[in-house]
């Protein structure tokens, strides 16, 4: 779907999920479009310019219109998880094709890039998160044809300066593309940084209501490496349903007043925490102290987002002991919705992890934040 040129701030496309309305009942919000197939004239065209529904579905529309806008990208894919859009990014490449991607990153994406991406040819090698100087040096001895950006990036909440790997990018002939779920388009644009491709889980903060897996891609340009991914998510399957892309706009819907409320508490809570005498980290990158906070004041605006860590200063039995103690906070893998969500990172990705055993992973809600604070400082005690 390639993107409309809009005069009308986020907020409002969003709020309107992207305002358009469907003839003939001028209905408000978007019907959804169940049908697999779409009938041909007499003449053998498609008048209705839709062929069979793995290719693509009207149901999309209206979703990856508003993806696109958000991220000021040409065009959008949906796919059926963030797992999938990514993917479709790896796949895109040639066997022999270098990769560079981080250390830090979404535990599950790390570990199908070595065992599946590497056995089927990928060459890839990882860098330091936090060091550019780190990605420079890989990227000119390797060459790489992909430069993998997780900022934020899980569980550590590492920084990486998109604007200097962009620019690192373009000195080898690299694509970049940049996993942007934690950040949200609503404080971070990666591809006005100079990213190709942005990458969301949209599981988490464009739906926000922990009700649909989805994944989305959104491209700079409407190039031969993007042509090649839309034939991959037709040809390999890894489709959306209606509803979940229905859905998924319902969210979207409701992202900004979501964001604005979930940075707003997870300040707040990360300031509060800080001092904590039963915690030796607390890693958000809204504080001073946090590794990589100058990178965020520069690319991410309004906000540092919901997602944060603590390190218990009596290590992996004391974390898993406060874990268990909380009672407003949700015991769950998963981010990005309206109820905060906890996690003993280490235990959920088991052997390999490169998790501290004594940290433990929040997702920050919307909830009233005294109600969120009282909960983990009782936790704490
Ligand atoms: C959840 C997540 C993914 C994977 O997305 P799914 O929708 O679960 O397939 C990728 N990257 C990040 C940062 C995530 O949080």
């Known amino acids: ?64 219109a508003l993806v696109a806008s958000l991220e000021g990208a040409a065009a959008a894919l949906v796919f059926a998880s963030g797992q999938a859009a990514a993917a479709a990014v ?37 860098y330091e998160n936090g060091s550019v100087d780190d990605l420079a040096e890989k990227a000119r001895s390797r060459r790489p044809r992909l430069i993998w950006i997780e900022t934020p990036a899980n569980p550590t909440w590492d920084l990486t300066d998109i604007a200097a790997a962009s620019a690192i990018a373009k000195e080898v002939g690299a694509f970049v593309a940049v996993d942007s779920t934690a950040a949200t388009p609503v404080l971070t644009r990666p591809i006005e940084l100079g990213a190709h491709i942005v990458m969301h889980s949209a599981t988490k903060y464009l739906n926000g209501h922990a009700d649909v897996i989805a994944g989305a891609l959104a491209t700079a340009k409407d190039g031969e490496l993007w042509q090649r991914i839309g034939y991959i998510r037709g040809s390999g399957g890894a489709v959306l349903g209606p509803f979940e892309s229905w859905l998924l706009l319902r969210g979207m819907r409701t ?126 005690r």
Request: glycine letters at 8%.
């Open 255 to 380: 992202l900004h007043v979501r964001v604005a409320a979930l940075c707003a508490n997870a300040q707040a809570i990360a300031e509060r925490l800080q001092k904590h005498p039963k915690l030796s980290h607390v890693l958000y990158p809204g504080l001073r102290t946090h590794r990589g906070h100058d990178i965020a004041v520069k690319q991410m605006r309004g906000g540092y987002g919901g997602m944060m860590s603590v390190r218990l200063r009596d290590g992996e039995k004391a974390a898993t002991a406060f874990v268990a103690r909380l009672r407003v906070f949700k015991r769950a893998t998963s981010l990005g919705s309206t109820e905060s969500l906890v996690e003993h990172r280490a235990s959920v990705e088991g052997p390999g992890t490169l998790c501290p055993a004594d940290l433990v992973r929040l997702s920050i809600g919307i909830e009233h934040v005294d109600d969120l604070i009282a909960d983990l400082e009782h936790a704490l």
């Open 90 to 126: 790896f796949q895109a490449l040639a066997p022999g094709d270098g990769v560079l991607a981080p250390r830090n990153m979404y535990w599950a994406l790390r570990k199908w890039l070595l065992q599946f991406a590497a056995p089927w040819g990928l060459a890839i090698e990882l």
């Open 1 to 64: 779907m390639s993107a409309e040129k809009s005069k009308l701030h986020a907020e409002t496309l969003a709020a309107q999920g992207m305002g358009r309305v469907a003839e003939p009942h001028r209905d408000i919000v978007p019907p959804i479009h169940v049908a697999t197939t779409y009938e041909r004239g007499a003449d053998g065209a498609y008048p209705g310019g839709r062929i069979y529904s793995r290719a693509d579905n009207p149901s999309y529309d209206a979703t990856e």
